[in-house]
């Protein structure tokens, strides 16, 4: 996980913009065949972090006690 690793600080609205951004880059075509190759692996390194980021636990309800005050 090299390029999305060194985005540590990064929150799920970076990653989604930079998703876009790679996406965008790769239907222009301009790229070489090993750019487009690292940054595939990138996006890919990206879905990744963001699919950690919004697991929510097999779809299960899970009840939460909030203390009122």
Known sequence: MRAAADAVGWG???RIDRLETIAE??????????RAKDLREEAAEHLV???EAL???????LE????EG
Not at 25 to 34: A, F, M, N, P, Y
Not at 55 to 61: K, R, S
Not at 64 to 67: I, Q, S, T
């Open 12 to 14: 799920i609205s970076e």
């Open 25 to 34: 880059t790769l239907e222009d075509g301009e790229v070489g065949l090993e």
């Open 49 to 51: 972090l963001l699919r």
């Open 55 to 61: 697991a929510v636990g097999d779809g299960e309800f």
């Open 64 to 67: 939460v006690d909030v203390e």
